[in-house]
Structures are given as C-alpha cells and as structure tokens.
C-alpha cells in the first residue's frame, strides 16, 4: 500500500489539454466545383501530424512560453513534439471514432497553466497549415494540368500537320476518295467500251472507203499513193517514216513519167472521206491510251486504298485520343482553377475549431486513481496469501481433528477453553484496533481518490 502511494504521489505529474477541429464541407455542392485536397482522413492524420508538428513550427512556441528549461535549446522543440499527439473523434460525442469528420488534438505539459496556452498555439498551426497546404495544393493542381494542356496542345499540331502531308501524299488514296474513284472507275469503263467500238466502226468504214478510192482511181497506181500520202499526213509528221517512204515511192513513179494527179471529184470526196476517217479513229485512239491510263491509275489506287486506309486511321486515332485528353485536361485545369478560387476565398473544406483548449483541472499522468485501487488490491490479495500460507506451515495442535492427524486416534478427554476477565478485555482490544485500523484504512483511501479527482 505504501509502495503504490509512493508511485502514485513522488512521480512527475503532467496535464492534457484538448482542443477539437472538425472538417467542414465545402459551401458549394462538390458536383459545381471540387476540391483539388481529397482523402481519407484517417490517411491524411498521420501526415498531416508530420507536416505541422515539427522542430521550426514548434520553436516558436518554445521560446514564447520559456518550455523546457533545464534542456538544451536545440532539444526544446523536439521534446515539446513528444508530448503533442492526434487521434480521430465523433464530431458529436467527441470520443474517439475511426472515420470520423473531427480530430482531436492532445498537449501534455507538467503546467497546467501553460498546457492550455500550448495547446492553443497548436491548434493555430493545423489551422495555419490546412489553409496553406489546400491553396498551395490548388495552385500546384493547376500548374500541373497547365503544362499537361501545353504539352499535348503540341501533340495536337504536330498530329495535324503530319495528317495534313499524309493527306497531300495520298490524294485521291483516302477512304473518302475510295467511292468516287469506284464511281469514276465504272464510267471509265464504259466510256472505253464505247470508243473501242467507234474505233471498230470507223475502222470498218475505212476499209469500205479504201475499196471505193481503188475503183474509182482504177487501180491506178500513184493516186493510190498520193490518196494514201493525203490520210497519213492528217495523222503523221513529215519525219514519219510512213510519209517518208510514200513521198519515196511517189517521186520514183513521177521520175519515169506516171500518170498526173488524178482531178477526179469523186476521188477526191472519197479521200476527203478517208482522211476525216483516219481522223477519228487517231482519235479515238489517243482518247483510248488515256482511259486505259486512267482506268490503271484507279485500278492501282483501290490496291494501295487499304494501306493508305489503316494509316491514316492510326494517325486519326493517335488525333482523337490527343485531343480527348487535352479537353479532359482543359476540363481539370478549370476546376482546380475554381479551386483554387474557392480556397482563396475560404468556400472550400476547411478546418474549424469545435472545442478550445481548457485548463485542465485534474492530471492525465499518473493515474493515481488506478494506483491506489490496484495497490489497495494486491494488499489485500497479499495479506491472505501469507495468512494461508502461515496456516498450511503451522504444525501446532488446536483441535481434535489435528490430534487424529497427528496420534491416528482420538483424544481421550477434551479441555475446552475457559476464559477469564483479562482474557475477554485482551480479546475486546484486539476487535478495537482492528476496527479502528480498517476504518482509517477506508478513510485515507477515499482521501486519495478525492485528492485524485
């Protein structure tokens, strides 16, 4: 007993004092603007302990109150940190809850003057800090999606010039073009099968005109030359080498007297005739080269379309995911603007205090209460070990019962106790002191407890 009141009374005594701060919402729905500080708090306690309760924010404190003197200035700071702890409570019964909107904040000092003072500073620098580190959090936000937003702006135009060249590279290559150069590849086909059949047509009436220009120069063997000389200078140069061997030819039959050139009009209506014939058909001709050419182009096009196709949908998707991000960032980059708005401003969640700090008016430490009750226990527990322990050790003979134990018979005659007047004052005395004993002990332990309290 004496023991516990030693430890419960020489021992260094502190004091707590408690302060409360809970997390309000922000003042507009979070659907119209979101903060940019989320969490859990019970993730966010820990740290944010770690951010607020260290050696520069404390010193401060230190120095004002003239906190542990006896200790090294450097070491002040960082004792006074070991007495600061937090712990997550009920906003409305204030006792500690895990995933609760509040926490509170606990200073132990051995002043229970100053403990209260120490404890308002403290609550000041969470608050200090919570306002600091949302803004700061805001503006961070905010630069952050700034230089996303640059970043894939440059993407963009990168993307849309390298579009733009493919699309110059690969005109009439491109999925758009593909049913146009289908549609255009079906005309050209038809347009070819009409002129190859003019050219089957006029081919067949040159031949019937080239009959009708023999018999009407009687197989008269220069006009045929000069007739043939007249066509094939409507479609050939002078160097030709056809126009060179009719000219040839010509020149040899005139050099030995042939005939003169034929003045016959119907001779001359059906070379006429040949000449527009042969015309057409160089035409037709030409027209024919260039379908064909085109018809190969197109035919070449539709085999590279799906190539060109899978390309250009790579760099269109490549386009579309650049730009879906870069909108989602502009989206972001505005609400951590409106933010930081609101956390200038105070609108957004923030840490209010719901209870000060009080001056406490009894000690946190030791619990003097508990001391004495277990030390009030472990006597009484004690005192009867010993007495059974000095009953089982005590070999003396009291009753009949130890005779037997002792002789293995009974007692032949029993003596009972016959007490006389000194005997019964003795007795009187001894029933006094104990009573008076319990009665103080029961006393000085209730002094205890209401000096405790």
Known sequence: MSVAYVLAFSGPVLFRSTGTIVIERADIPEELARSTVSGVLGQRLELILRRVVTEESLQPIVDELSLFDMLPPDDRASELSSYISVEQVNPITLEPELGGAAFSVNVDYE?????????????????????????????????????????????????????????????????????????????????????????RSNTERRDLLNVQRDEIAGGTELAILKSELTAARQIYTDDHPTIRR????????EAV????????????????????????????????????????????????????????????????????????????????????????????????????????????????????????????????????LVESSDNTVRSSRDVIDAFGGPPIAIIPVIRNVRDSRILATNLGFQAI????????AIAIVQGAL
């Open 111 to 199: 002043n229970r003057t100053l403990v209260r003072d120490i404890a308002d500073m403290v609550i000041d620098l969470f608050l200090d800090d919570n306002r600091r580190a949302r803004t700061e959090s805001a503006a961070g936000t905010e630069r952050f999606f700034d230089a996303q937003g640059d970043r894939l702006a440059l993407e963009i135009t990168d993307l849309e010039q390298r579009i733009a060249v493919f699309k110059q590279e690969n005109s009439g290559l491109l999925p758009d073009d593909v049913r146009g150069n289908q549609q255009t590849l079906e005309r050209l086909y038809r347009n070819l099968s009409d002129i190859q059949a003019d050219i």
């Open 246 to 253: 009719l000219l040839r030819n010509i020149a040899a039959i």
């Open 257 to 388: 007297g042939g005939d003169p050139e034929l003045q016959d009009p119907d001779l001359r209506r059906v070379i006429a005739q040949l000449v527009a014939v042969e015309r057409e058909i160089a035409a037709d001709m030409e027209e024919e080269a260039a379908v064909t050419s085109r018809i190969a182009l197109l035919q070449y096009r539709s085999v590279r379309a799906p190539d060109v196709e899978k390309r250009l949908q790579e760099l269109t998707r490549d386009y579309d995911l650049a730009l879906g991000e870069y909108r989602e960032i502009r989206q972001k980059r505005g609400d951590a603007e409106l933010a930081q708005n609101l956390e200038a401003e105070d609108k957004g969640e923030r840490y209010t205090v719901l209870s000060k700090p009080r001056t406490p008016t009894t000690s946190f430490y030791p619990n003097r209460i508990g001391i004495m009750l277990m030390g009030i226990m472990l006597a009484l527990g004690s005192g009867i070990g010993i007495s059974l």
């Open 437 to 444: 004993g319990l009665t103080t002990a029961v006393g000085l």
